[in-house]
């Protein structure tokens, strides 16, 4: 007789179903972090301690479809001003990049939700200049919102407070975050301003995040918030294979052909995605370009194939559900293809040009 699946906590399910974080990270332009005092209700839009307006102001933002990630962080004692509320934008810029550009301001708190829709909306940013301030480190933001999960919770938390007893410091800032998606790959976080997400985060993992002198855990990124998911695999892959030097690298990537399940392509995020997809793609090809350290332009061409499906949980104490699985076959320098390579196509030809 089978067993009961035990999904209480859906991190812990997620983990022993062997399920791989990569390709999980919502791609997106823009992050919008606003600081806001816990408590935090599963609606992070109807916390009492949001500022006034932001609310309302980061629905229409939706409803107008723009790009961004809004997340609140808890106000430090070491970080934080009195009477003041900070905002950090970030932005990707066109092209092949390797960091979100950041701007950042301290402001009276009942000024917020007007900064930010001069940010969203692109219109009166120059009367902030006065709030301006700057920081040119890192920013950790570890998701602790139990109420949306409480994986995020009973497994973030220690991580945050680990974080920021052990390696805060002039560059580097901790912070508690709101929810941001993924709750099953806890303890998660975005590392900015490179916008990558990391999952399955644990003490032993600390120092190599922060310091980045080990061999990469690629076991544990959840991906480039600059690509969709097929591109997050394979510049995952790519980091595995070159090191931490690849994240300074500027690049940029595009899916170049698909092989079966293209309605699972050009979805939204929040809507399925080719990863929980009923009818996915079985084989995408991927091309990377990059810039090597030496400033010389480089290309690669990603083979990502479907390997099966496996179970896993959306949230804790949820139903189980299926997720397709994927595996990097094979990766060439684009270099060394011919000018006509097969891989120009869109649909396949049933060839395999790798």
């Known amino acids: 007789m089978t067993e009961p699946c035990d999904t209480r906590f859906c991190s812990l399910f997620a983990r022993s179903q062997g399920e791989q974080p990569v390709g999980n990270a919502p791609q997106t332009r823009r992050f919008l972090v606003v600081e806001v005092p816990t408590p935090w209700p599963r609606n992070f839009l109807e916390a009492p301690t949001l500022p006034q307006g932001l609310g309302a ?59 930010c829709e001069a940010l969203l909306f692109g219109d009166g940013l120059e009367g902030f200049e006065p709030y301006r301030s700057s920081f040119s480190g890192r920013d950790l933001l570890v998701c602790t919102h139990g109420t949306v999960d409480v994986c995020c919770a009973k497994f973030g938390y220690p991580v945050y407070r680990e974080l920021r007893e052990r390696y805060g410091g002039p560059g580097l800032r901790l912070w508690r975050c ?114 090597s350290p030496g400033g010389e332009k480089e290309a690669y061409e990603v083979l990502i194939e479907r390997a099966g499906v496996l179970q896993t949980v959306g949230q804790s104490g949820g139903e189980a559900m299926t997720v397709n699985r994927y595996r990097v076959r094979e990766v060439r320098e684009a270099s060394n293809y011919p000018k006509r390579s097969a891989l120009g196509a869109r649909r396949s030809t049933g060839e395999d040009p790798l």
């Not at 609140?72 to 934080?80: K, L, M, T």
């Not at 905002?87 to 960091?99: D, I, K, Q, S, Y």
């Not at 170049?256 to 995020?269: H, I, N, T």
Request: charged share 25%; hydrophobic share 40%.
């Open 57 to 115: 102001l980061l629905l229409r933002a939706y409803e107008a479809r723009i790009d961004f990630v809004p997340v609140g962080v808890v106000p430090d004692e070491e970080y934080s001003r009195p009477g003041l509320t900070r905002v950090m934008w970030l932005r990707r810029p066109e092209g092949a990049f390797a960091r979100f550009e950041r701007g950042e301001w301290q402001l009276p708190t009942p000024r917020v939700a007007a900064l």
């Open 178 to 291: 709101t929810h941001f998606g993924g709750h099953r790959f806890a303890p998660t976080l975005i590392d900015l301003p490179t916008g990558h997400y990391w999952g399955f985060i644990g003490p032993e993992d600390l120092d190599n995040l922060v310091f980045r002198d080990r061999p990469v855990f690629a076991s544990k990124l959840r991906g480039w918030s600059a690509l969709d998911c097929f591109g997050q695999m394979a510049d995952g892959h790519l980091l595995e294979r070159e090191g931490w030097g690849w994240l300074d690298r500027p690049r940029e990537g595009r899916v170049v052909r698909v092989e079966g399940g293209e309605r699972a392509m050009g979805l939204e995020w929040g809507a399925y995605t080719p990863i929980q997809h009923p009818d996915p793609p079985e084989r995408v090809w991927v091309r990377l370009t990059c810039h």
